[in-house]
Every structure is written in structure tokens, then in C-alpha cells.
């Protein structure tokens, strides 16, 4: 086979490119669990506009034409009146964690523009008494691990802990330690045992949630050099009794002054 000459190379190059370039790059949009997600897509459709999960193009989301909007699945939607001027947003509006990922938006089946979608990690500071569990919430149904950060000298070396994949639970030295129900606890736990645990999704590397733990007794110090203290109604009533005993005193000396004058 012969090889291109070098106008029919320059030509293929730049179909590939403009083909590439076609699809709009857009910056992956990230929002708060559970907050409402837009997903922007600026493009002139006079056809009918779909938004799918990238994985599964053929699961509609919600899509557009020129009579009017519909919302194929619950959570997803389109408006009509920024579709006619050029703005094929989706709006996403409870997005949790099993809602990111990759979406892809096309105009009669020709992709225009590709989002993804990220969930800002969750963080949870916790103090907990020596002996007390740590319950780690699982907020997605993906495999996860979870990796120890020491935040203390003392503490164990950092590394991962476990890891779970649906039902099955991993574990390396924290394995007596450890139980999965609806969630993930840590028994026993330790002043050692201070620091970070961070849950990441297995697949994409993920931050999910960071418990930042504190271990340590809930003890008040003992008091130094303090006296005891008076109340205040007390005080009130003593200086009122003293007063009293005041008055009476020099009631009686000036009686008995007259009665010896009288005399």
C-alpha cells in the first residue's frame, strides 16, 4: 500500500481534528452533596437535544426539541427557553455521589459536549472517648478503601486500612477491630488511635469523607489553689444578719446609758 501523499495526510489530520474538536471541552463542574448541579453545554440545536451518563447512551436524561422539554428521568432537567437560545444546560437537582460521573449532551445523535460531574468531599470531626466506636458512614454503594493518617507521634504508622466492596470487609492488622453493618466501625479505639481516616473510591481515587478523630478521657482538671465559693444570696444574708446585730448592739448600749443617767 502506498503512502499518503503529504495534502492527503494534512487532510486527514485536520478532519481528525476538527472532529476531536467538535466535542466541547468543558471544566468539570463541582458541587456540595445533595446541592443542585448545572451542567453547562452553549451550542445551536434546531433538533432535538439528549443528555445521557457517557456509560449508557441510551439512558436518557432529559432532552429538548423545538415544541418543548421533557424530564425522561426524575432529578433531570431541561429548560425550553434557554434551549431556543443556545443554552442546552442540564440541571441536576439533588446531585449526590451516585449521581457523578461523565455526561454527554448531542444533538441528533451527534455528541456536542461532554461534563463531568464531581461531588466535594465530605469531612466529619469527631471526639470520642477511650474504649468508644468510630461508625464511618458508607456513602457509596462503589468499593471504597479506607487510609489512616496519624496525627500524633504516638500513633500507628499511616497507611490503608481496609477496603469493601459491597458486603466483603479487607482488613490487615485492624481486622479484629473492625465491623461492617450499614456501616463501617472501629472498635475500641485508643488515644493511638487519633487522626484522619479518609474513605476513597477505589476506581477513581476519589476523596469521599474524612473523619478527623480525636481519642482522649472527658475528665475535667482538678482544681488548684482555689477556695471554696460563697453564693451569693449567702453573702446577701450574712451582711443583712451582721447589720441586724449591728443596730441591735448600739440599741441596747444607748438604753443602758439612760437607765444609768436616770439614776
Known sequence: MQSCTSALCILIFLISTFSTASVSAVPPVKVRCNEM????????????????????????????????????????????????????SLIITDADFSKRGWYTCDCDDKDICDVHLQIEPLSTTVQIKPGEPLVMKLDVSDPVKVVYHST??????????????????????????????????????????????????????????????????????????????????????????????????VVMILRKRREIQQH
Open 37 to 88: 448541579a448545572t451542567l453547562p453545554c452553549s451550542e445551536r440545536c434546531s433538533g432535538l437535544v439528549r443528555w445521557t451518563v457517557s456509560s449508557n447512551p441510551t439512558d436518557n436524561l432529559a432532552e429538548c426539541d423545538q415544541t418543548s422539554c421533557r424530564s425522561v428521568k426524575e432529578g433531570y432537567l431541561m429548560i425550553h427557553d434557554q434551549y431556543l437560545k443556545g443554552d442546552l
Open 152 to 249: 500524633g507521634t504516638a500513633g500507628p504508622s499511616s497507611g490503608q486500612v481496609c477496603t469493601v466492596n459491597g458486603g466483603s470487609l479487607q482488613c490487615n492488622e485492624y481486622k479484629r477491630r473492625m465491623a461492617l453493618f450499614s456501616a463501617l466501625e472501629l472498635r475500641g479505639l485508643k488515644p493511638s488511635d487519633s487522626g484522619d481516616y479518609i474513605i476513597k473510591d477505589i476506581r477513581n481515587e476519589e476523596v469521599i469523607h474524612t473523619y478527623t478523630v480525636t481519642v482522649h478521657d472527658d475528665q475535667p482538671c482538678p482544681c488548684r489553689d482555689q477556695g471554696a465559693v460563697v453564693p451569693a444570696w449567702l453573702f446577701a444574708l450574712t451582711v443583712v444578719a451582721l447589720v441586724v446585730l449591728w443596730v441591735g448592739s
